[in-house]
Structure formats: C-alpha cells, structure tokens
C-alpha cells in the first residue's frame, strides 16, 4: 500500500501500466479495420513516458547515460512486416524500429557508433567512455523513430505483447547491469588503494573549520540520543520478556505466557524497532561485510540479522525445545553501539571546541632524539594544522576488529552448524548459529574507545586542552618524557623584577638596556618583565653579538663592542668577580660589563596552584620530566622552598643542554597529537599524564572486549554442543555479557583515580 500511494504521488499507476500490456479484448469481425487495427496494436506509449518519467527523476545525467545504452543492448530485433500487410506491391518497406528511450539532455545529432570497449576494473574513465558510447549508439534508433508503425498480423500478436514486457522490464535490467558494473569499479578500486605507507607520505588534506566539525557532530549527537533512548526503553521490555520466560518469578500476561509463537513474535517486532532506529549501523554493518571490510558494526549486523530470521522460524515451528530467540541481545549490541557513537561524536565536539577557546593554540608533538633515543613530548608554537582529520582516524578497537571479526563470523556460522549438523539436532541450525553470532557481538565492542576517550576528552577540556582522537593518544602513550620550559613553571605574569640597584660609576640606562638586551637574546621568561622596564623607562635595545650560555648559570654576550655577564652568584664567582657579601642574596640576577659588576637586580617568582598540582601528579608519574629552562634562577632547590615539594625526580640538564632542548622544533614529519590553549604546567602535564593512562585504558579495554567475544562464542558452542539450551538462553547470555561489562567500568575508574 506504501509503495502505491508512493507510486501515484510520482505521476504513475503502476497497475494502469500493467492493465497496458494485458491482451487487448475480442474486436468483433465485423468492426471497421481502422477499429480492428487500434485493438491488436499494444498501446505502450504512454506507459513508456510514465516509466521513464520516474526514471529521469531517479538518476543522474551519468547514470541514465549508461541506463540508456543497457536499454539498447536488450532491444528486441525489428521485424520485416508480412507482404499483406505492407503497402503497394514491389515498393521497398524499411524494417520497423523500435524507439529506445533516452533522456533529453543526453540527445545529440547521429554519428556512427563507435565499438563499444570493455572497462577494465577500477578504471576511473570508465562510465565516461560509456556514456559516450551511449550517446553514439543510440543515433540510429533516433533516425527511425519518426518512420510510420505498421500494423502487426494476428499471428505477430502474441511476440509482440512479449516484446513489450520486455521493453517495460528493460530498465530494471539495466539498473541490476549499472549496480553490476559500480560493484565492479568499487572492487577495482579497492585494489588500487594506496598501502599504509604510502598513506603515510601523502599529505593530510586541510582542516575544516573547528566551529563548523563542532556543529557537524553536535547535530549528530541529537539524533544519536533521542535513537538511544528509545532503543534502551525497547531493550528493557526484551530484557524483561526474556528473563520471564526463564524464570517463574516474572509474569508474564496474556498469550505470552502460554506459547512460544506470540512471544517470538513480540520479541521479533521490538527487535526490528531497535534496528530501524539503528537502521544506519545496520545497513553499514552488512554492507561492510559484503565488501570484506568487517568490523564491530558487523558482528552488530549479522546478530540483528540472524536473531530475526531465528524469530520468524521459531514462531512457525512453535516448539520450546531450543528457547526463545535471542533478539533482545542482538538489540543490546544495537542499542550499546548507538551509544557508542554517541560519545564518539561527543568527544570530538569536545575536543574541537578547544581550538576556538583562545588564539594563542600551542600543540604538542612526540619527538625522538632530544633526551637520548626515547620519544618526548614536547610543546610548541606550531600551527594546530591536521588535528582535526587526525581525530576523524580509525581507533585501536576498530583495528581489532577488522582482524577479529571475520574469524570471528567464520567460526560462529561453522560451529554453529557442526554442532546442530553433527549431533543430530538439524532444526536448531539456525538457532546455533544465531546464539553464537549473538554471543561474538559483545557490548563492549563499540564502546571500547568512545567512553573512555570522551570521558577524558570533558576532563582535558576543563584544563584547555584536547588530543587528537586515537592517533595523538598513540603518540602520546609513546612518551616517556616531557619538556618542561620556563613558560611552564612560571608563565606569563607570575614573574617580576622587585628591585634594582645599579653601582656608582654607571650609567643607568646602559646598564638597564644591556641587561635587557642579552636576556632577550636568551629567551627565557625573563625576557617579558625586562621588555617592559626597558619600554617604561624609554631606553632602547641593543644589537647582541656572540651570544653563548655558560654552564655555570649565567650568560656571555658582546654588546656594542663591550663584554656583558649576566648570571647568578655562582656564575659572577666562576667568572672571577667579587661579590659583596650582602648583596649576594637568592633569586638576583648580577651584570658586568667589561668585567666590573654595575648592577643588581632582585627577581620576585609567584608560584601557582596550577603548576603545584602538576608537579605533584608528575612525582607520582612513570614520565620524566625535562627541565629545559633557560631561567638561571630556577634550581632544583628554587622549586623545592617555592612549591613545598621533593625534586629528587626530577631532571635539570646541563646549563647549555637546557638551550638546546628548548630550541628544539617539531620535525617535519611530525603530527599534532594534542593542542593546548592555556599558560602553565598544568594543560601540558595534564595532557602528558591522562593522555598516557587512557592510551593503556582503551588497549586494556579492547583487549578486555575482544577476550569476551572469543570466550563467549567457545561457551556458547559448548553449550550448543551438549545440547544444553536451557544454560544457552538469552537471559544467561545477557547476564554474562553485562558482567563482562564490569572490567571496562573499572578501567574508567582507574582512568579518572
């Protein structure tokens, strides 16, 4: 009824179309000829407009192009009309030609047709030399289409009302031809795919904009939810049937209770409700598999599948002997894979949002060969460029998975009827094999990765910061160390210059704007107070020449011919100047000029609460951390009175090795594998730290997932396989497949401890 109606409100009945082609009816002998011939004649005109009319509607200018010339390959040979009914004897008649459809926009003036080349799969040019050859070919049926119809005889009747059923069935064919070829084209294609490494050389395509990927996946997100909801409240009346029947305990009314056909039924309609609201994942899933590119949402699929076909043969056998359907756990898998993707959409609008919450965006990336030959992460100011498509790559449990799933399909459909075949019990074939391809589809399967990477992506976005989706938690799992600079310990405005003395014999402003100078030339984070007292006061800065850091802790430069110390105590003592004994206090930075100490200026350092925190979390943590700090003032026994905490483990490098390691940039070949929009130690600690326990999260939840897939399609064979169906039930299949839960729930909470 759905598809008339459909078919009315497209401009076409298609039993008037039908009526078309039936026999005509009886004409009396004694009608005029013309009567006569109308009657015998087919009118198929007019059904051919409507026909066609929906076709040029359904397919594009290519695809009807390629329709058309599969129309010409099954057009019926003309005929030679019967000297009776020809016309004046010994005038030539030109053979009857039969009009071929072909759309408006595809008719050109005749040319000879060309020979029609075979396409070669994979061949990007194919449907072009085929629509080509389309409009070529079809030029001699559009020369005769104005030449006159003659009237068939009696005895052509019969051929020619098969002649045009044939032209009617004409376009199916050549659809069922065109989705022939494209499978074809689709299976060259795959062929000719670009390995993984060279998927790893090519460049990754531009970033969308982060405003735009956010909403994308938020308006995802809704539909995903309300689908959710409705799937878990369809689940929970299976869950409930299905439990019921196994117990005493749980009533159940009505006709429910007293057969197995009405509630195979039921069970059958909820089941197909949950897959319609997860008709997506359903079709994606079957679809995978006919292209050999399985996954979780394939094992989803085939149990849907499987369990509905089991309900439609249960309720026509109605024999209790092997239990109910498992259809409300092949709707758990559903409904759990719907979730799933939302959180997967979820996470990654979390994390996109962070690209907008500020302009200033560092990024973090793992780099070998700064601390000996182990990956460290380090943070810079490289443009975020590919965070995006690298969040949009597929994750661990989708590589499981790929590997997994095809055994795991293979294993349960031949299991399943070894163990129905083999002992004697043939009528549960289909029921064993639905048990276990029920029992491969863990719960955990599709949600493995997404829970636990948007849980952590809603915690790194409360600090300022996102990982790049699987890909940048590889990376940074990879870790073992993390660079540490000045901008991290202290950041922007935790640091000020207290008070300055400068010696008789000087001149301030040289004084104030060498000083400034060379501590620019450094980098640290001293460079910003210095810019400004420079700037308040109107000096102006030097050009500094032969500039060199001194493992001492301090620094040598040349500035306007002269030679400039900058440093600590330590440093002025090494070089050889005398310090006066009450001016050699803590946190002081001394300049000489020439050799003669001219100035002293007093540093004041503001701890934070932000860096106190990561300092403690990178205490209790298997990373290194690397302080490459440029600040000569800050020492291992600076952090320890500052922040109140042991440094035992931490690593100062060598003076000069500190300016190395933090002049480092990413490599070339480097991707982002997180972002970072706030000052301090904290984002980055955060991301370091979290990044790497959810990286062993998700591969102990994957790993988890799939050990619960191959336990349970072996439990289950057994069970098919002793015939005990009353322990093979889908409430104990359910029971199980919930406590298998319990491992991933854990690993969240050590996630977040």
């Known amino acids: ?293 399985m996954g979780a949402e394939s094992l989803v699929a085939v149990s849907c599948l499987l369990s509905m076909l089991d309900a439609v043969v249960l309720a026509i056998v109605n024999k209790p002997d092997y239990g109910i359907p498992f259809c409300a756990v092949s709707a758990l898998s559903m409904c759990f894979a719907l979730w799933g993707a939302y959180y997967t959409c979820k996470g990654r609008r979390t994390s996109f949002r962070v690209l907008n919450a500020s302009r200033n965006i560092f990024t973090v990336t793992a780099e070998r060969g700064l601390a000996s030959d182990d990956v460290a992460l380090l943070k810079s100011t490289r443009p975020a460029e590919g965070f995006i498509r690298r969040s949009e790559e597929a994750d661990l449990g989708e590589y499981a998975y790929a590997i997994l799933s095809p055994v ?40 493995c990765y997404s829970v636990p990477f948007f849980v952590a992506a809603r915690r790194l976005n409360q600090s300022g910061a996102a990982i790049a989706g699987w890909s940048g938690l590889r990376d940074v799992g990879a870790g073992h160390y993390v660079v540490i600079t000045d901008a991290d310990v202290f950041p922007r405005g935790t640091v000020e210059i207290d008070k300055i003395r400068i010696l008789e014999g000087t001149f301030t402003d040289k004084v104030i704007s060498y000083t400034g100078s060379v501590i620019a030339a450094s980098g640290s984070e001293l460079a910003g107070p210095f810019a400004e007292l420079i700037r308040r006061n109107g000096y102006s800065v030097h050009r500094v020449e032969n500039f060199a850091p001194h493992d001492g802790g301090g620094m040598v430069a040349m500035v306007n011919g002269e030679s400039v110390f900058v440093g600590g105590g330590g440093f002025m003592n090494l070089m050889g100047i005398r310090l006066p004994q009450k001016l050699n206090t803590i946190n002081s930075l001394f300049v000489a000029i020439n050799g003669n100490l001219v100035g002293i200026f007093t540093i004041v350092y503001h701890p934070t609460s932000s860096v106190q925190d990561a300092l403690v979390m990178l205490l209790h943590s298997k990373l290194e951390p690397i302080f490459a700090i440029r600040d000569f003032n800050i020492t291992p026994s600076m952090i320890k009175s500052r922040f109140k905490m042991p440094t035992d483990k931490f690593k100062f490098p060598a003076y000069t090795e500190r300016f190395r390691i933090s002049a480092a940039e990413p490599d070339n070949d480097s991707r982002v594998a997180a972002v970072i929009v706030r000052d301090g130690m904290g984002p980055l600690v955060d991301v370091a730290e ?64």
């Not at 003659?150 to 059923?165: G, H, T």
């Not at 990754?204 to 995903?224: H, I, N, T, V």
Request: hydrophobic fraction near 40%.
């Open 1 to 293: 009824m759905l598809m008339d109606e459909e078919n009315k409100r497209e401009g076409y009945d298609l039993e008037a179309i039908m009526a078309e082609f039936r026999s005509p009816s009886p004409v009396s002998s004694d009608a005029p000829p013309e009567e006569r011939e109308t009657a015998e004649k087919p009118n198929t005109g007019q059904s051919r407009r409507l026909v066609m009319k929906s076709i040029d509607d359904a397919f594009t200018p290519e695809e009807a192009a390629i329709l058309s010339t599969q129309v010409e390959e099954r057009a019926p040979e003309p005929e030679t009309p019967t000297p009776e009914a020809g016309p004046e004897q010994g005038q030539e008649q030109e053979p009857e030609q039969v009009r071929v459809y072909q759309p408006k926009h595809l008719r050109k003036t005749p040319s000879p047709p060309p020979p029609v080349p075979e396409p070669e799969d994979g061949d990007e040019n194919s449907e072009v030399e085929l629509r080509e050859v389309a409009d070529s070919a079809q030029t001699d049926q559009y020369a005769a289409a104005d030449a006159g119809e003659e009237a068939p005889s009696q005895e052509e009747d019969a051929e020619k009302e098969k002649s045009a059923m044939e032209r009617f069935l004409s376009p199916f064919y050549a659809l069922m031809a065109l989705i022939a070829m494209k499978r074809e084209q689709r299976a060259g294609a795959e062929k000719q795919r670009p390995t993984v490494e060279q998927e790893a050389e090519e460049p990754l395509r531009p970033d969308p904009d982060p405003e735009k990927a956010a909403r994308f996946y938020g308006s995802q997100m809704r539909s995903l939810a309300i689908r959710g909801r409705i799937s878990a409240v369809l689940c929970l009346m299976m869950i409930y049937l299905s439990f019921a029947y196994s117990s005493t305990a749980l009533p159940l009314p009505g006709a429910l209770g007293r057969g197995l056909r009405v509630l195979s039924l039921l069970l059958l309609i909820l089941e197909i409700t949950v897959v319609m609201t997860g008709l997506d994942i359903f079709t994606g899933g079957l679809l995978a598999v006919a292209r050999r590119r």
């Open 408 to 447: 795991l399909l293979a294993a349960s459909l031949v299991l399943g009827l070894l163990s129905a075949l083999v002992r004697g019990q043939a009528g549960a074939a289909l029921h064993c094999v639905s048990i276990l391809s029920a029992a491969c589809a863990t719960f955990s399967c599709t949600i």
């Open 690 to 753: 979290r990044g790497r326990r959810v990286h062993l999260g998700i591969r102990a939840a994957t790993a988890v997932s799939a050990l619960g897939s191959i336990l349970g399609l072996i439990i289950m064979f057994l069970l098919c396989w002793t015939r005990a169906f009353d322990s093979a039930s889908a409430s104990n299949v359910i029971t199980f497949m919930v406590l298998w839960l319990l491992p991933l729930v854990l690993i969240l909470i050590g996630m977040e401890r």
